[in-house]
């Protein structure tokens, strides 16, 4: 009898691990990318400091906000094919050269994530160089289990990557031109 009590119990655990794993959906997915930029960080801040001017993010083409760089100001980013991007900051400290902000409106077929917040932070690097790194969280843009392949935990991971690699990228060729 104990032994059938025990294979039981056994059996029950089982069955609650295998639901639990098929019952939970999407996990909070995480991207950082750095780049170093040959420049002072005052210089690097005084680019992307403003959370109004997103103009330094290749394929952006406008940027509309409202509220400056307090907590609470949104922005509408406005992408190369006419599509839109929301966000609202969340988190600004200036004297840390860092703030963080949420995407509050995006249509996953532009960028396959839900529920995104980043934080860009510009810190010290050896010889006189600037760090900016760019840290993002986010879950999947299909919120359910068995997602199409360009909506699930690859494609939001790819695709955040691939804009914070681009953006990166092409703020450090423009502080280091001087254009």
């Known amino acids: 009898m104990r032994r059938t009590i025990a294979r039981a119990g056994v059996v029950v655990a089982a069955l609650a691990v295998?639901?639990?794993?098929?019952?939970?959906?999407?996990?909070?997915?995480?991207?950082?990318?750095?780049?170093?930029?040959?420049?002072?960080?005052?210089?690097?801040?005084?680019?992307?400091?403003?959370?109004?001017?997103?103009?330094?993010?290749?394929?952006?083409?406008?940027?509309?906000?409202?509220?400056?760089?307090?907590i609470g100001a949104t922005r509408r980013l406005t992408l190369a094919p006419g599509d839109t991007v929301d966000e609202e900051l969340y988190k600004y400290e200036p004297e840390m050269m860092s703030y963080s902000y949420r995407i509050t409106a995006v249509d996953v077929k532009v960028l396959p994530v839900t529920n995104y917040s980043s934080t860009l932070t510009v810190s010290p690097a050896p010889e006189g160089r600037t760090k900016l790194e760019w840290a993002g969280a986010f879950y999947r843009g299909f919120p359910n289990?068995?997602?199409?392949?360009?909506?699930?935990?690859?494609?939001?991971?790819?695709?955040?990557?691939?804009?914070?690699?681009?953006?990166?990228?092409?703020?450090?060729?423009?502080i280091e031109s001087g254009t």
């Open 18 to 70: 295998l639901g639990a794993a098929w019952a939970h959906g999407p996990t909070r997915q995480k991207v950082r990318e750095s780049i170093e930029i040959d420049a002072p960080q005052a210089k690097v801040w005084a680019v992307i400091g403003n959370f109004q001017d997103m103009s330094w993010l290749a394929g952006v083409t406008k940027t509309e906000g409202e509220k400056g760089n307090e």
């Open 145 to 174: 289990n068995d997602p199409p392949p360009e909506l699930n935990d690859e494609a939001a991971i790819k695709a955040v990557s691939g804009m914070y690699k681009a953006g990166l990228e092409a703020l450090k060729k423009k």
